[in-house]
Nanobody, 126 residues
Framework: QVQLVESGGGLVQAGASLRLSCKTS????????MGWFRQAPGKRREFVAV????????YIADYLRGRFTISGDNAENTTFLQMNDLRPEDTAIYHC???????????????????WGPGTRVTVSS
């Protein structure tokens, strides 16, 4: 099974930027999308971004649009999450995910993804 490993998290001050990386151990089929979810302490897991969804679509959570972007380097089997103007409420563990976009679940549902990385911690201080 293809493994996902995240990197790039850390402790930063509000207003800083971070770029998270997700390296996969192999290639997924072309019908697989790559994305990110996050989970803050004591809160539910929430969708952040996805790329290569059905039709090649890229989606960012509404409340993150303008600050976060997602991109990929197919040659390096790597997906990136660029996070700018970080805020304390962005503090969370960020998980890289992969899933078949031809399935029955909406892209923002965690059920759409069957591969999850262990996560990388992002802490934003005020």
């Amino acid at each position: 099974q293809v493994q996902l490993v995240e990197s790039g998290g850390g402790l930063v001050q509000a207003g800083a930027s971070l770029r998270l990386s997700c390296k996969t151990s192999g290639r997924f089929p072309s019908n697989y999308a790559m994305g990110w979810f996050r989970q803050a302490p004591g809160k539910r897991r929430e969708f952040v971004a996805v790329t290569n969804w059905s039709g090649g679509g890229t989606y960012i959570a509404d409340y993150l649009r303008g600050r976060f972007t997602i991109s990929g380097d197919n040659a390096e089997n790597t997906t990136f999450l660029q996070m700018n103007d970080l805020r304390p409420e962005d503090t969370a563990i960020y998980h890289c995910v992969a899933g078949d976009h031809s399935g029955r679940y909406y892209y923002a549902s965690d059920r759409a993804y069957d591969h999850w990385g262990p996560g990388t911690r992002v802490t934003v201080s005020s």
